[in-house]
């Protein structure tokens, strides 16, 4: 069965320094990854998603994942993030017939 | 409507009472997924329809949790003599499901449930 493991609940850091948000996955097929991103008492949100194709995949809001086959690894990576991008966030991996299997959720939080 | 629209979007009920929580997807799309997720834990799935048909209902905790989509739209997911376990936020999503594409699954903002 597949599985998603996020290595960090929390993660605090100040405005406008990098972070890495980290997500290993199992699965012995073909995978489907995503992040979504939940700001407080709202919806889950897509953030970006590797199908295919280049390993390195961005948001339009200046959040990047690499997908890394060989450490099974999904991290997801923002050279300078923003008070704005406090929120949980989440990785995933679509099993067959559709439905996702999310990690537990990483807490982001941004100090000024 | 723009997006999938949840209600109630909070519900206190009593143990014991039973409720009901409607998702209303994005029109037109075909897969309609419910998740459940408890606080400071992610979203655990419970059960999948495309269109009327439930195909999946490998996550629904116990024969208390009932989901259906009779027309293929609008879907109720039914909890029966609530329990204080049962307090979570209770996530709709839906996708196009178009074959052979991996089509973007959309969330609804959830409805929140404590049992008292």
């Known amino acids: 069965a597949q599985s998603v493991t996020q290595l960090d609940s929390q993660v605090p850091v100040f405005e406008e320094a990098p972070v890495e948000l980290r997500c290993n996955y199992s699965?012995?097929?073909?995978?489907?990854l995503f992040w979504y991103v939940q700001y407080p008492n709202q919806g889950l949100q897509l953030l970006l998603k590797y199908l295919s194709g280049s390993t390195l995949v961005e948001s339009i809001n200046g959040f990047e994942a690499e997908f890394n086959k060989s450490q099974t690894s999904f991290h997801l990576r923002k050279p300078s993030v923003h008070i704005s991008d406090t929120a949980e966030y989440f990785c995933a991996v679509r099993q067959t017939g559709g439905k996702l299997i999310f990690g537990q959720g990483t807490e982001l939080s941004v100090k000024p | 409507g723009a997006g999938v629209s949840q209600s109630p979007r909070y519900k206190v009920a009593k143990r014991g009472q039973d409720v009901a929580l409607r998702c209303d997807p994005i029109?037109?799309?075909?897969?309609l997924f419910w998740y459940q997720q408890a606080l400071g834990q992610g979203p655990e799935f419970l059960t999948y329809f495309q269109n009327e048909a439930q195909l999946d209902k490998s996550g629904l905790p116990s024969d208390r949790f009932f989901a259906e989509r009779p027309e293929g739209s609008v879907s109720t997911l039914k909890i029966q003599r609530t329990q204080q376990e049962d307090s979570a936020v209770y996530l709709c999503a839906s996708s196009l499901a178009r074959r052979g594409q991996v089509n973007t699954i959309y969330f609804g903002e959830g409805s929140w449930l404590t049992v008292v």
């Open positions: 699965s012995s097929v073909s995978v489907y």
């Open positions: 029109s037109g799309h075909v897969s």
